[in-house]
């Protein structure tokens, strides 16, 4: 069973994939749900297409592709929770899955650990972090991070590792326990 | 509490450095399959293993980027290293722990991890 973090990866992909070079990933812990919303300023999906995007094995890449967005989709609802897609032609994608907090909900996993490697392994990209839950809200930006090293690359080995530790820290402030040990 | 003023400090400690070295002709590519069939398949782990132990080396001419599907979904986690002036070496059927004698071996030595490589694993 996939965890968020790892669903949230894979939506960020996907907007990359759609050429975006701004993704927004946004957890957020409500009292009976998790929220999981990445959004983007791809190329975005057309209505027709909308509705297909999250069946089982459609794709428009070809290969094994076409199982991300329904496997999310069936794994929402089974906690009785949801996957919407929403998108305004050439104008990004947002798809927001809700689960719902019960047995079946999977573990929150490593959104540190995912949103760092977004960061440093495509550097020309720009990626924000939103996490919420009744403790607070935290608020991470790689264009905040970029301009404050200038010149230096945001792939530079100190630079990369502040970044795990500073994420690893907030997801404990946010939502408690260690970053891949939360579950729903 | 970690603040972005201690990237300001990075960033100063490290300008000097960076001035000697300016583009490097010796940059190595490591590429990481992170598409859906990669990520089942520990891709991110792997990721993340090539990320650390780099930066824990301070590995500096090493870039490692994620990659889409290569339509070899059966051998994810697929990692690809490619040292200029040599033939690109596709690594298949990854792990961290392997993604680590990668890195001794192949980036730090030079050796091709032969073992790993597409046609030995099948």
Known sequence: MKDLSL???????????????????????????????????????SGDMLDKAALAGYSTKGCGRGFGLSELKTAAEKTGGSLKLASENSRGTRATAKFIKNEFCPPMGDIASTVRLLAVSRPDSDFLLRLSSPRGESLFDTREVKNT?????????????????????????I????ADEITC | MKSLAELQTIRENT?????LRHERPDNISVKVGLATCGINAGARQVLSK?????????I???????????????KEPIVEVLIPGEEKVTYVNM????????I?????????VAEYTDGASV
């Open chain 1, 7 to 45: 669903y949230a990866l894979e939506l960020a992909e996907n907007s990359l994939e759609a050429e975006a070079d701004l993704v927004e990933i946004s957890l957020k812990e409500l009292d009976a749900a998790f929220i999981l919303e990445v959004s983007d300023n791809g190329s975005g999906i």
């Open chain 1, 149 to 173: 090293i200038g010149s230096l690359s945001i792939t530079y080995p100190e630079i990369s590792i502040w970044i795990k530790q500073y994420l690893e820290e907030q997801t404990k402030l």
């Open chain 2, 95 to 102: 792990t961290p722990e392997k993604a680590v004698k990668v």
């Open chain 2, 60 to 74: 500096e001419n090493v870039t490692v980027t994620a990659m889409g599907c290569v339509e070899k979904c059966d």
């Open chain 2, 104 to 112: 001794q071996e192949h980036i730090v030595n030079k050796k091709v």
């Open chain 2, 15 to 19: 300008r000097l450095q960076l001035n």
């Open chain 2, 50 to 58: 090539f990320v650390d132990e780099l930066a824990e080396r301070r």
């Open chain 1, 175 to 178: 939502f408690g326990g260690a």
